[in-house]
């Protein structure tokens, strides 16, 4: 006698469905996810991934910011703002920020350097004004020390602020970070990379108040305000001698510092290729350049006040504006007297 076929019991279906849902999620989540029921011991790719995020993690905002301001080469431009750079005061319709930045916009072949530009802001209102303006822009905070307002030439806070920008730039140094300082109060007419040595071997290319001639001579008056220096162990030493003075030259400023190291011979003993440059093409106001066709950039140096350097930096780049339209190839231009920057050490 024949039997009719059992059918299996509805629990056997059950077990079948589980199965099949979790072969699919076997095949569309991977091995490696931590969601798959199916996987009892990390696999080789979870140990390299995990590495991967702890990579990621221990990079610091520094890198972060450098990393996205900085050229192909790693090279980046840097410039330290606080408070009385980039905020307006109660009669002032402009700061220091936005004259620097319009020279930018002025300039020859300049605005695409704005990309590479790294505002440092030493307190929370100039950080506030840099993102703002939609820039790169890093926070150096200073415990207990406070570098919002107008730090006079010379003064305490004036001298502590310049040694706090050069350990801090002693430190992109140290994370493999070629880069040009330059102070806000410098006008960039034109890109200064077309002017600076490409000389690989060339260690430091620093501006000069008064360029004696010879772009080899320690013998150059040194400014702190623009320099381009490339990240290498001679650099770094260099800057980390420098710094390591802070505490024993008390009353000088950094610049006066490094002044005093290279005439002291730390060129030879750190083996190091330093570059003066001419004021041909990075001026001053200490000593203008005399031809309009190779200016490169303008420091408001010899000068002891921002409100003296905004409305003196102003006149500049009307001048260079009035160069700029000009159609008159034989037309002989002058630099504006810089009236407020001489009056400035009146007071």
Known sequence: MDFPPMKPPLITYGFLILFLIASFLLIVIGPSSSLN???????????????????????????LVLEKAAMANRTVVIAVINKAYADQGVKDDTTMLD????????????????????????????????????????KLETEGVDFGGEKLYMSDEFIKMMWRRTL???????????????????????DPFGKLSKDKTEDLQISTDHFNGNPWSSA???????????????????????????????????????FNLIRAGIIRRLNLKVRFLNTLFFSGFCQKSRDFN????????????????IGDLRATLGDW????KSTNASEIFWWSEHVGCKNSWRH
């Open 220 to 258: 150059n008056p040194i400014n702190t305000g623009f320099y381009f220096v490339r990240s290498n162990n001679r650099t770094i030493a260099l800057f980390d001698q420098w710094y390591s003075m802070k505490n024993t030259t008390a009353g000088q400023k950094e610049q006066d510092v490094l």
């Open 168 to 190: 801090f730039l002693l430190e992109v140094l140290k994370r493999g970070y070629s880069f040009i300082f330059t102070d806000t109060d410098v006008m960039w007419l034109r």
């Open 99 to 138: 004259v620097f930045l319009s020279s930018f916009w002025m300039g020859e072949d300049t605005r695409r350097l704005l990309d590479h530009l790294l505002l440092v802001a030493v307190d929370q209102t100039a950080y506030d004004r840099c993102r703002f303006q939609r820039l790169n822009c890093f």
């Open 37 to 63: 029921p199916l996987v009892f011991f990390p696999t080789s790719f979870q140990c390299h991934r995990s590495t991967s995020v702890e990579s990621l993690d221990s990079r610091d905002e520094l890198d």
């Open 294 to 309: 190779q200016v490169t950039t303008v420091h408001a140096n010899c000068c002891r006040t921002i409100v003296a350097k």
């Open 321 to 324: 504006k009035r160069f700029r």
